[in-house]
């Protein structure tokens, strides 16, 4: 692949308005070849706020998997990134993710995670989330994933699940070829754990985790996972 990677970074939103500004302002200092903002329905000022930074705004349903694809399919980058919205990575942390994808058979992977907040019980669930990872070889959609655009053609995208849809992505990408982990860190918001109670949220992801893995299905898991902003 040619030294010049174009990167498309692809952020879903969903009435993201409070911290969308600062959020597009870092991935500006990242200058990747192309933003994208896809929208699923926002009634607040997010849209408005995208428009300041992209042409690139694509609006549609609602549905992380279904705005990540609707996103995908007009990025022309080489690798996408795609990045939550409330989430940032440093511009170091972007161009180890350059050097990895251009120096190797890699055919994507995620950063390390790094909830923001100085909560030693926040801390504690990183660590732990970052050892599942390395040992299990699994991330999360929180954790920033990248992908070559070909790849991610060959996996037609995203399983248009209304959850755990990062989940069943990255198992499928494990099996097309090696990925990488790499130890540099996707910051991601703390609100969720913030608002609905640490060891809560804690619990409960786990416990959609592992559902979804024996089979539940999903349209019933997401009744347990709501909206936070």
């Known amino acids: 692949m040619d030294s010049l990677l174009k990167v498309s970074i692809i952020v879903p939103t969903y009435n993201e308005a409070q911290g969308l500004n600062e959020t597009l302002t870092q991935i500006q200092q990242l200058c990747p070849h192309e933003l994208i903002v896809s929208d699923g329905g926002s009634d607040d000022q997010t849209l408005e706020i995208a428009e300041k930074f992209t042409d690139h705004v694509v609006k549609g349903f609602a549905g992380r ?5 609707a996103g995908a399919r007009i990025a022309t980058g080489d690798i996408f990134l795609f990045l939550h919205a409330d989430s940032r990575i440093e511009p170091v942390s972007y161009q180890k ?14 950063f390390s995670l790094c909830i923001d907040s100085n909560k030693w019980s926040l801390r504690l669930i990183t660590r732990l989330a970052n050892m599942r990872s390395k040992y299990l070889r699994m991330a999360y959609g929180d954790q ?4 070559k655009n ?13 959850i755990c849809e990062d989940i069943d992505f990255f198992k499928r990408l494990r099996k097309l070829g090696p990925i990488i982990l790499l130890n540099e860190k996707a910051f991601t918001s703390p609100r969720r754990w913030m608002k609905e109670g640490i060891w809560f949220t804690t619990l409960r992801n786990i416990l959609i985790a592992t559902l979804f893995e024996l089979g539940f299905p999903p349209r019933i898991l997401t009744k347990w ?3 936070i902003r």
Do not use: C, D, W
């Open 97 to 110: 993710m350059l050097h990895s994808l251009r120096s190797s058979e890699k055919i994507g992977g995620a």
């Open 65 to 69: 998997a279904l705005q990540m694809n």
């Open 150 to 162: 070909s790849t991610f053609q060959q996996m037609n995208g995203f399983a248009e699940l209304p």
């Open 225 to 227: 996972y709501q909206a």
């Open 144 to 147: 920033a994933f990248f992908v």
